[in-house]
């Protein structure tokens, strides 16, 4: 498996470097540094107390919890959300509370994950473009059924 080395700066005593639960896991957990309440329908960006530098060519991509999506109506609304490699700013996990009941985010709970991911950047080119079977057909050209 390659590994790539990411370094991270705690901004606050509490951060903890993220970790992955199992070996071979794509994910490593991220942690809250701050306890915060979400009713049903809220929203907001909890932070982690982490600064992270990013090698050029990767990006870390901030992604939900599957036990908090299914238990709790928990996701991350930008998902995947995008940690920038010139990004040094605190990371926070925007998150909003699809579910019924307010959620409680203790401090020092898992909160999303980060996967590292490589980047290509497109070369945007202002032209015509070549005809293709689909055309410009588009939501539900292809039926429903």
């Known amino acids: 498996m390659k590994t790539v080395e990411i370094n991270f700066q ?7 470097v993220p970790s992955y639960a199992h070996i ?3 994910g490593a957990d991220v ?6 309440i979400l009713k049903p329908q809220d929203r907001a ?7 992270v530098e990013i090698p ?3 990006e870390l991509q901030v992604r939900p919890k599957s036990g908090l999506a ?3 109506g928990i996701t991350v609304l930008n998902s995947p959300g995008t ?8 990371i926070q996990v925007i998150v909003i509370n699809l579910g019924s009941e307010a959620y409680t985010f203790a401090k020092g ?6 996967v590292l991911k490589s980047v290509i950047q497109a070369q945007y080119v202002d032209g015509e473009l070549g005809s293709s079977d689909r055309g410009i057909g588009g939501f539900g050209s292809t039926g429903l059924v």
Do not use: F
């Not at 942690?31 to 915060?36: D, K, M, P, R």
């Not at 960006?45 to 600064?51: R, V």
């Not at 940690?83 to 605190?90: L, M, Q, S, T």
């Open 24 to 26: 071979g896991d794509a």
């Open 70 to 72: 299914l238990k709790h």
């Open 109 to 114: 709970q898992k909160i999303a994950q980060l």
């Open 45 to 51: 960006a909890i932070p982690t107390g982490l600064a």
């Open 83 to 90: 940690v920038d490699a010139g990004y040094r700013g605190e």
């Open 56 to 58: 050029i060519g990767y």
């Open 31 to 36: 942690y809250a540094v701050a306890e915060v």
């Open 10 to 16: 705690k901004l606050h005593p509490d951060a903890q």
